[in-house]
């Protein structure tokens, strides 16, 4: 079942300059940086909501660092702005069969290592509606205690 928006995806052409406009303008604190070579990214968690029992809401800023990575490719034909929304669940592998017997494309047949150790998969977004759209099991030891 998902229970809450885990985080909201930003594509953003310089990471460093977008954490810092979050930092200045909202005082958001960076959680985590990390890259993904499997999704050609670097990328930032930026904790908003700071419980601490694993129901965290974050801000993902996401950097391109190959020109043909996913996130590449959507700067180039949109510019910066907001790529894709996650919801949280405690069980991605559960919900991702359940959504896709309902007839709606997950891009992943088992869900792929994201952040912090996370599961994830996502949701075509043309099947919803416009919105590409992520789940995501957080990895059992890790948000609680940050
Ligand atoms: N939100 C909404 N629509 C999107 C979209 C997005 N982020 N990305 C692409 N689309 C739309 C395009 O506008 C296009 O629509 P039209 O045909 O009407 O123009 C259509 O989907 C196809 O777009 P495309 O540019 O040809 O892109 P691809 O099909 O190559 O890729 C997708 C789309 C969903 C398969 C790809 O983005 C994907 O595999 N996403 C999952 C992985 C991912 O997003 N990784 C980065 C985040 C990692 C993380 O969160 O940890
Ligand atoms: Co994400």
């Known amino acids: 079942m998902l229970t ?19 930092r200045e303008t909202y005082g958001f604190e ?19 909501n700071g419980t601490s029992d694993g129901g965290m809401s974050c801000l993902q800023l996401l950097e391109s660092t190959r020109e043909d ?18 919801f949280g669940t405690a069980d991605v592998d559960g919900d991702a ?23 994830i998969t996502f ?3 043309k099947d919803c509606h416009g919105v590409l759209t992520e789940l995501v099991t957080a990895a059992p030891s890790d948000r609680a205690g940050h």
């Not at 990575?69 to 790529?83: D, F, I, M, P, R």
């Open 4 to 22: 809450r928006i885990d985080h909201i995806g930003i594509a953003c052409f310089d990471l460093d300059k977008t954490i810092e406009f979050y």
């Open 30 to 48: 960076v959680l985590h940086i990390e890259a993904n070579e499997e999704q050609g990214l670097r990328e930032a968690m930026l904790r908003i």
């Open 69 to 86: 990575s996913v996130v590449g490719k959507w700067l180039a034909k949109n510019g910066e702005g907001v790529h894709h929304i996650a």
């Open 97 to 119: 069969d359940a959504i896709r017997d309902k007839g709606i494309r997950v891009l992943y047949d088992e869900p792929r290592i994201g952040s912090m150790g996370s599961r």
């Open 123 to 125: 949701l075509h977004p």
